[in-house]
């Protein structure tokens, strides 16, 4: 296939798919499509599958490319490997070698260009109206649109669910907003200089990035909470 065949295919699922994104992820060694005598570049179905493993990878688990290039070596050293187990599934795992979700399954992440409306997110989340009201006036479900959401808002909606059960109330989580906050002026300043440029190249090395930062900070975060649950744990 040619570049812009595979783009046709991979925007059905990645609507934010660029022909610059593609060879960005060619430069860092991700997929290595084959060369026409003229130059030209020819994908397999193989570098498809590639290649919406990685773009899956950053958009649902923000995993950095660093990671995402550990996970396809593994592979495809499993795959050189004499065996009569059989191959595991393409899945991405976190950036501690983790499969998200529980009992070991993978997590179906929402696409990050979902539109929910408001009785979606209520339904989808198992929420009140009166909760997503004070979610919303504490800042932390935020519509994308009057009256449409996001993937995001549903995640913050379900993680707000599963501390409920353990008592925590919105209230107790504003502090999760006032941080969040603090770090989205921190790395605005790292990747403004690029997302500012008129070349594409640029901007998706500003979006690689910022994605990398976002799985940076949430291995720290999850590193220092366990680190200070220690003392009530009596580790």
Do not use: C
């Amino acid at each position: 296939m040619s570049i812009g065949e595979v783009l046709a295919q991979l925007r059905v699922e990645f609507p934010d798919t660029t022909i610059s994104k593609l060879r960005f992820l060619e430069a860092e060694g991700l997929v290595e499509p084959q060369r026409t005598p003229a130059g030209y570049r020819k994908y397999s179905w193989d570098d498809v599958a590639r290649l919406r493993f990685v773009l899956t990878a950053q958009r649902d688990q923000y995993l950095p490319l660093r990671v995402i290039r550990e996970q396809l070596a593994q592979r495809e050293r499993e795959d050189a490997e004499p065996t009569e187990r059989p191959r595991p599934a393409l899945v991405a795992v976190g950036p501690t070698g983790e499969v998200p979700g529980r009992g070991g399954e993978p997590v179906a992440a929402e696409p990050v260009d979902v539109r929910l409306t408001r009785t979606d997110l209520l339904s989808r989340g198992g929420i009140e109206e009166s909760v997503l009201a004070e979610l919303e006036r504490l800042g932390l479900v935020v519509p994308r649109s009057p009256g449409l959401y996001d993937a995001d808002a549903l995640v913050i909606v379900q993680a707000v669910v599963g501390l409920a059960a353990f008592g925590l109330e919105p209230r107790h989580l504003r502090a999760y907003r006032t941080s969040a906050d603090r770090e989205v002026g921190l790395f605005a300043q790292l990747i403004a200089p690029l997302a500012r440029q008129n070349d594409p190249a640029a901007r998706a090395r500003a979006a690689e990035t910022a994605r990398e930062l976002v799985g940076l900070s949430q291995q720290l975060h999850a590193a220092l909470v366990r680190t200070g649950l220690r003392a009530p744990l009596g580790r």
